[in-house]
């Protein structure tokens, strides 16, 4: 079984749904899925800062089953532990949001496997998600790819922390997130987590830019990650353009090859829509 984490508020279920079916739609594999959904009710943030809901989960749910009977999705509430562990530090008006910060919970979350990966939500996969999933990493904390632009600012082997094959059981031993946690409540951080977990890492895996490809989508690419990025023309400038903007994906990066998943995913929002304005 295929062990996924996302992390969010209510606002992630377009990004959510799209990369789930882009991972349904692209393995060969006939199996069951877990996913899992870290949320928090911070609205005391920012009101908008709502936690993903029971229907959006009991409709995603419903999605991948629709595929495999046996897939689940599990809403893991982590409110608690952000208020222990991060109220009013340092980073909660991260560079994103305070959601970005949650994904270093999943070393106190006794439910999750092993073996998990962690995506952010504006991701497409374009191949068969057991290439990446399938990455030896025993004796890493985890695998990841350089970020396109920190490997040139930064340092060569700088990675982008959206795509993350974690393993738990390694991490738990060596406390990597235990140290990252800490790092965030004392100081702040350029990236935030991003930068907590680099700074915390004992032993990481570095893989081929293919696996989180944030600025172009090649054949070979397996996941093709919608990061804010550089355009030149007409004039320098930047743009964060997601995977569900359907648009400007043919507009902007004149991308087809996700048409299945795109329209899909559309039908199935509108459904979801109605129904909640229906009920």
Not at 89 to 114: G, H, M, Q, V
Not at 152 to 167: D, E, H, R, T
């Amino acid at each position: 079984m295929v062990n996924i984490l996302f992390c969010g508020n209510d606002k992630v279920f377009d990004g959510m749904l799209t990369a789930a079916l882009s991972i349904l739609k692209r393995t060969a594999s006939r199996e069951p899925f877990a996913f899992y959904v870290f949320t928090m009710d911070v609205s005391h943030i920012k009101p908008t800062y709502l936690p993903v809901s029971d229907a959006q989960m009991r409709y995603f749910e419903g999605v991948i089953q629709s595929y495999h009977p046996d897939s689940t999705a599990t809403k893991i509430d982590v409110t608690a532990l952000y208020r222990s562990e991060f109220d009013r530090c340092p980073n909660e008006n991260a560079y994103c949001s305070p959601y970005t910060l949650i994904r270093l919970f999943a070393d106190e979350i006794d439910a999750l496997p092993d073996k998990l990966l962690y995506l952010d939500a504006d991701v497409l996969f374009n191949r068969d998600v057991h290439l990446l999933y399938d990455t030896d990493i025993e004796g890493c904390e985890y695998a990841a790819a350089r970020d396109h632009y920190g490997k040139y600012l930064i340092q060569p082997n700088y990675i982008n922390a959206g795509v993350l094959l974690l393993n738990l059981k390694e991490m738990r031993k060596t406390g990597i997130l235990t140290r990252a946690r800490a790092l965030l409540r004392e100081k702040k951080l350029v990236f935030a987590d991003q930068s907590a977990l680099i700074r915390s890492t004992t032993r990481k895996k570095v893989l081929p830019q293919k696996f989180n490809d944030q600025k172009y989508l090649h054949s070979h690419t397996v996941v093709r990650h919608f990061s804010k990025r550089l355009f030149w023309l007409p004039y320098p400038h930047t743009d964060n353009i997601k995977q569900w903007q359907v648009e400007k994906v043919h507009k902007i990066f004149r991308y087809y090859t996700f048409d299945d998943i795109l329209y899909e995913y559309l039908d199935l929002k509108q459904k979801f829509e109605e129904g909640n304005c229906n009920g």
